[in-house]
């Protein structure tokens, strides 16, 4: 059995994989566009750019696919846990998603770590960045 995570995308599917790769140090593996598969072209399928993707970061598979604009909705009600091994980790992770996306809480010491971001990254994605350290 496994467990990952799937994220709808509105058109940005690619973008934000490839951005995850490059600050992330995520490592993509498919990234199936409409063009290349079965699908057919429609109406139905305008604007779906992406129809799979993943990305693995550090051993944890992230999947995701851009959707009808009039069938996204943004991600709520979840964040992407990131648990790094240093403060500087957690401040340029954090740095990298902020940018044009929005901050949540930006990186600081709490009870339970020694420094700990909130951030929703300009693809809509939210995001916890968490020194275990």
């Known amino acids: 059995?496994?467990?990952?995570?799937?994220?709808?995308?509105?058109?940005?599917c690619e973008e934000a994989f490839s951005f995850y790769a490059e600050n992330l140090g995520g490592k993509i593996?498919?990234?199936?566009?409409?063009?290349?598969?079965?699908?057919?072209?429609?109406?139905?399928?305008?604007?779906q750019t992406i129809v799979h993707a993943n990305i693995c970061i550090d051993g944890v598979e992230l999947a995701g696919a851009d959707v009808e604009p009039d069938r996204y909705?943004?991600?709520?009600?979840?964040?992407v846990l990131l648990g790094v091994d240093?403060?500087?980790?957690?401040?340029?992770?954090f740095n990298a998603l902020q940018v044009g996306g929005s901050v949540v809480l930006a990186p600081q010491?709490?009870?339970?770590?020694?420094?700990?971001?909130?951030?929703?990254?300009r693809f809509g994605v939210p995001w916890k960045i968490n020194c275990g350290a």
């Open 1 to 12: 059995m496994s467990l990952s995570f799937h994220i709808n995308f509105n058109g940005q």
């Open 29 to 47: 593996g498919t990234m199936l566009r409409v063009k290349d598969s079965p699908i057919p072209a429609s109406s139905e399928s305008h604007g």
């Open 109 to 121: 010491r709490t009870f339970f770590s020694p420094c700990y971001a909130i951030v929703v990254d």
């Open 86 to 93: 240093s403060e500087d980790k957690v401040r340029s992770h």
């Open 73 to 79: 909705e943004s991600p709520k009600g979840f964040c």
